[in-house]
């Protein structure tokens, strides 16, 4: 077998915003670094999930206003979609992405190799392509980062023709004219949004008695209602008990309120979460300890078998690719001796549906839940003059401090750019940043972000443009 590198000091397994990102990191602390990434550069978050989605995103986010404009005096007929170009622009999106990610690599003198990459021992990685050996690597550190795969619920199932998960979901042929989308957090809510703006009827299907249920539980009725005007048909506390075939299509049938219902559909969409990608790749032959959430690891990223670290959704079976990539950069650090642990990280959470969802640190009912005792401040986005010119007045900022120290532990945000809006409050949270340092930073007006500031003035009882309490 031919090797593929004689003296490679990191081997990182899995191309993905964690991997490529780790290959990189330890490649600049002066490494030889090698990465298997199965031909799949950028992993599911470039090819089939952050960056396809929020391309599409983007294009329902024009249709809707477009169709809005008319209330402020702009008349357009209605949107003609090119479903083609509409797909066009999201694949063109992820093939200029994967060049930049190529051209980093070369850049940093990283040896990227495609193929699967199975562990063979403590510090050897086999890669196979196409059922057959390409050739070994050896390394003294392991860095296994191959992300997750779509979980499928326990719905019995006639059969799988018309009915697909997540990594599907950004290439279809055309919009149906019927989908179910089974699963009410993000991932089913950003699609649903996506497919009503195409034209498609969507029934949204959640076990739990409202969709992102773990966000906070106003945000999840202010979407709701948002999602609902948009034609969206949202059924929670609602079980799918089968999936079967019907004419031209699928029948879903659910279990809600004790009673047995079903609705008749073109398509059915799988959005229950993610799954660990671990399976036969050698990690238990070596002694690489796993459970049902992926691979198990300490506070240094390291698994029970000393050369190997592991990061991303391989170690929690869904995660965020922000998180992966700041994982990927502690591995390697630890790896080659800059640090000892894993950093202690404040990871912000969006949802990209319209309105925009994000969130950071705890919620208000987690932070109670776990006896704290804090000061909530909130501030709606109807009373900016930002907001009221530009009709996104729908929504709130949140913040959560400490009631003693007025320490930042938390946010929470439903709004337009509640994703680019959550950074300040991630700064906040992760500096462990008071209400007052929050408050007092002087922000831009008119903006969304002086959302922000007047929720932590809010928290300090000192809200300038809402009335007293």
């Not at 699928?250 to 660990?276: I, S």
């Not at 190997?308 to 001796?337: F, K, M, N, P, W």
């Given at each position: 077998m031919k090797?593929?590198?004689?003296?490679?000091?990191?081997?990182?397994?899995g191309?993905?915003?964690?991997?490529?990102?780790?290959?990189?990191?330890?490649?600049?602390?002066?490494a030889?670094?090698?990465l298997?990434?199965?031909?799949?550069?950028?992993g599911?978050?470039?090819?089939?999930?952050?960056?396809?989605?929020?391309a599409?995103?983007?294009?329902a986010a024009?249709?809707?206003?477009?169709?809005a404009?008319?209330?402020?005096?702009?008349?357009f007929?209605?949107?003609q979609?090119?479903?083609d170009?509409?797909?066009?622009?999201?694949?063109r999106t992820?093939d200029?992405?994967?060049?930049?990610?190529?051209?980093?690599?070369?850049?940093n003198k990283?040896?990227?190799?495609?193929?699967?990459?199975?562990?063979?021992?403590p510090?050897?990685?086999?890669?196979?392509?196409?059922?057959?050996?390409?050739?070994?690597?050896?390394?003294?550190?392991?860095?296994?980062?191959?992300?997750?795969?779509?979980a499928?619920?326990?719905?019995?199932c006639?059969?799988?023709?018309?009915?697909?998960?997540?990594?599907?979901?950004?290439?279809?042929?055309?919009?149906?004219?019927q989908l179910?989308?089974?699963?009410?957090?993000?991932l089913?809510?950003?699609?649903?949004?996506?497919?009503s703006?195409?034209?498609?009827?969507?029934?949204?299907?959640?076990?739990?008695?409202?969709?992102?249920?773990?966000?906070?539980?106003e945000?999840?009725q202010?979407?709701a209602s948002?999602?609902?005007?948009?034609?969206v048909?949202?059924?929670?506390s609602?079980?799918?008990?089968?999936?079967?075939?019907?004419?031209?299509?699928?029948r879903?049938?659910?279990?809600?309120?004790q009673d047995?219902?079903?609705?008749d559909?073109?398509?059915?969409?799988?959005?229950?979460?993610?799954?660990?990608?671990?399976a036969?790749m050698?990690?238990?032959?070596?002694?690489?300890?796993?459970?049902?959430f992926?691979?198990?690891?300490?506070?240094?990223?390291?698994?029970?078998?000393?050369s190997?670290?592991a990061?991303?959704?391989?170690?929690?079976?869904?995660?965020?690719?922000?998180?992966a990539?700041c994982?990927?950069?502690?591995a390697?650090e630890?790896a080659?001796?800059?640090?000892?642990r894993?950093?202690?990280?404040?990871?912000?959470?969006?949802?990209?549906?319209?309105?925009?969802?994000?969130?950071v640190?705890?919620?208000?009912?987690e932070a109670?839940?776990?006896?704290r005792?804090?000061?909530?401040?909130?501030?709606?986005?109807?009373?900016?003059?930002?907001a009221a010119?530009?009709r996104?007045?729908v929504?709130?900022v949140?913040?959560?401090?400490?009631?003693?120290?007025?320490?930042?532990?938390?946010?929470?945000?439903?709004?337009?750019s509640?994703?680019?809006?959550?950074?300040?409050?991630?700064?906040?949270?992760?500096?462990?940043m008071?209400?007052?340092?929050?408050?007092?930073?002087?922000?831009?007006?008119?903006?969304?972000?002086?959302?922000?500031?007047?929720?932590?003035?809010?928290a300090?009882g000192?809200?300038i443009?809402i009335p007293?309490?």
């Amino acid at each position: 077998m031919k090797r593929l590198a004689k003296h490679v000091d990191v081997i990182v397994v899995g191309g993905g915003p964690g991997g490529y990102v780790a290959a990189i990191r330890a490649a600049q602390l002066g490494a030889k670094v090698a990465l298997v990434h199965n031909n799949d550069l950028g992993g599911t978050c470039l090819n089939r999930g952050c960056i396809p989605s929020k391309a599409l995103i983007h294009c329902a986010a024009r249709i809707q206003q477009a169709r809005a404009a008319k209330a402020i005096g702009l008349t357009f007929g209605e949107p003609q979609i090119d479903f083609d170009k509409v797909r066009g622009h999201a694949r063109r999106t992820v093939d200029q992405m994967v060049k930049g990610i190529v051209g980093l690599l070369k850049a940093n003198k990283i040896a990227a190799t495609g193929g699967r990459g199975r562990l063979t021992g403590p510090k050897q990685v086999t890669v196979e392509e196409n059922g057959e050996v390409k050739g070994v690597l050896e390394a003294p550190y392991i860095i296994w980062a191959t992300g997750s795969l779509p979980a499928r619920p326990p719905v019995p199932c006639e059969n799988g023709d018309n009915v697909i998960t997540s990594d599907d979901g950004v290439t279809l042929p055309g919009p149906p004219q019927q989908l179910a989308i089974i699963g009410g957090g993000a991932l089913g809510s950003e699609f649903a949004y996506i497919y009503s703006q195409m034209g498609t009827q969507v029934h949204l299907f959640e076990m739990c008695d409202r969709i992102i249920p773990t966000e906070e539980p106003e945000i999840s009725q202010v979407l709701a209602s948002e999602l609902s005007k948009l034609g969206v048909q949202i059924h929670t506390s609602c079980k799918c008990s089968c999936i079967s075939d019907c004419s031209g299509g699928k029948r879903v049938e659910y279990e809600c309120a004790q009673d047995t219902q079903a609705v008749d559909v073109d398509m059915v969409l799988l959005a229950a979460g993610r799954r660990p990608n671990i399976a036969d790749m050698g990690l238990e032959e070596v002694g690489v300890e796993t459970d049902r959430f992926g691979v198990i690891v300490n506070e240094a990223l390291q698994t029970n078998v000393e050369s190997v670290y592991a990061i991303g959704d391989c170690i929690r079976g869904i995660g965020l690719a922000h998180q992966a990539s700041c994982e990927g950069t502690c591995a390697a650090e630890i790896a080659l001796g800059i640090r000892d642990r894993r950093c202690e990280l404040a990871i912000p959470m969006a949802t990209y549906t319209h309105p925009e969802v994000a969130s950071v640190g705890l919620r208000e009912y987690e932070a109670k839940e776990a006896g704290r005792h804090v000061k909530v401040g909130r501030f709606d986005f109807s009373a900016l003059g930002k907001a009221a010119a530009t009709r996104s007045r729908v929504g709130f900022v949140k913040v959560i401090a400490d009631a003693k120290s007025n320490r930042v532990i938390g946010a929470s945000i439903i709004g337009d750019s509640a994703a680019d809006l959550i950074a300040l409050l991630a700064v906040a949270v992760q500096n462990r940043m008071s209400t007052l340092d929050v408050a007092e930073t002087c922000h831009a007006h008119p903006t969304l972000f002086e959302a922000v500031g007047e929720a932590a003035l809010d928290a300090l009882g000192r809200a300038i443009h809402i009335p007293p309490k």
